[in-house]
């Protein structure tokens, strides 16, 4: 069997698998359920200062190809999670959990990054790229090189904990965002958030969403989030979470060689169910002793070096 922990940020990781931001992690029991069926760690949903309701429904659309969602970052706040969902999780912690937030002003990503940083994470993880949390030009934080810094020097300043940032695909260069986080001191970075998209009935003549656009997700997605971890490993060389359709151990290799040092995985768990995190583990080990990798260490961005 090869070695398949991986050190992510001083953290070290059984396998580097992890659960997506949004995707079951909701309780202290269904993050360790996920650990259960094979995660080597798992992220929060992304986690507001105050309670913040979602979108309405129909809020998601799957098909073959993809997944589309506008859930819209339902969550019951900082701290409901202070006080229920990181201490029965620390309790007995059977894997390192990252803690992801994300708030609407820069004065907001300061508090909640400090709140955060109480709950106890091993990382911290910033999502400045869901489509709908808007800055004053009506773009997320990450769409430009000025509001990615803004945002990641001032929680910089609110945490000595490893730190990463989310980006989003929906730029045309995320390089040059990712370079501009490292300049303010993030740790590393978690790619891909969703890519925006639609699907309109075209019985009903009108988007499918309620909320009528959202984000795709899925097997679509995977060459989008291969190219953004190939650009932003060779731009910074920081440790990545590569997520983004990865659906198989195959998959999970493929996104590494782009330098992704962790794997993501959300809609899998809807095309293979939870136990789909053991099975991509196994599909890595199998692969690995084919091709005669004894340790992942030796995989992560080579397909950037040559
Ligand atoms: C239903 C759903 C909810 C999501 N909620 C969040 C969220 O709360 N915070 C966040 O940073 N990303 C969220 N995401 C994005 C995922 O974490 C991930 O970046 C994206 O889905 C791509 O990975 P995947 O193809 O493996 O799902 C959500 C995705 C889905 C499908």
């Known amino acids: ?25 909701v309780t202290a029991s269904s993050l360790k359920n996920v650990v259960r069926n094979g995660a080597g760690g798992v992220t ?9 309701p979602g979108h309405k429904n129909p809020t998601m659309i799957g098909t073959e190809h993809f997944f589309l969602n506008a859930v819209g970052l339902s969550d019951g706040g900082i701290k409901k999670a202070k006080e229920e969902t990181f201490p029965e999780y620390l309790a007995d912690k059977p894997a390192p959990i990252i803690g992801n937030v994300i708030a609407k002003s820069l004065s907001d990503f300061e508090k909640i990054v400090a709140e955060m940083d109480a709950c106890g994470p091993d990382i911290i993880e910033v999502n400045i790229s869901c489509p709908n949390v808007d ?103 920081l440790p990545i979470i590569g997520t983004g359709g990865i659906m198989t151990g195959e998959d999970a290799i493929e996104i ?6 962790l794997v993501g995985m959300g809609t899998m768990v809807y095309y293979r169910d939870v136990a789909g995190f053991a099975e991509v583990v196994k ?5 690995c002793e084919k091709n005669g990798v004894k340790n992942l260490e030796e995989i992560i961005g080579v397909a950037v070096k040559k």
């Open 1 to 25: 069997m090869a070695n398949l922990s991986v050190t992510f940020c001083g953290v070290t990781f059984e396998n580097p698998t992890v659960l997506a931001s949004g995707i079951l992690g």
């Open 44 to 52: 929060t949903k992304s986690i507001w200062l105050e309670e913040h």
């Open 135 to 237: 800055d004053k030009y009506g773009k997320p934080f990450s769409c430009s090189v000025g509001g990615a810094s803004d945002v990641t020097r001032i929680v910089r300043s609110a945490t000595k904990k490893p730190l990463i940032i989310k980006l989003t695909p929906n730029v045309p260069n995320i390089a040059e965002i990712a370079e501009a986080c490292a300049k303010e001191g993030a740790d590393g970075f978690c790619l891909i958030n969703t890519v925006a998209g639609m699907v309109i009935d075209t019985k009903l003549r009108m988007p499918v969403l309620t909320n009528k656009s959202g984000g795709v997700s899925g097997p679509a997605i995977k060459p989008v989030a291969v190219k953004a971890t190939y650009d932003v490993f060779k731009a910074t060389g």
């Open 256 to 261: 590494m060689m782009a330098g992704a040092r």
């Open 283 to 287: 599909e890595m080990d199998i692969w």
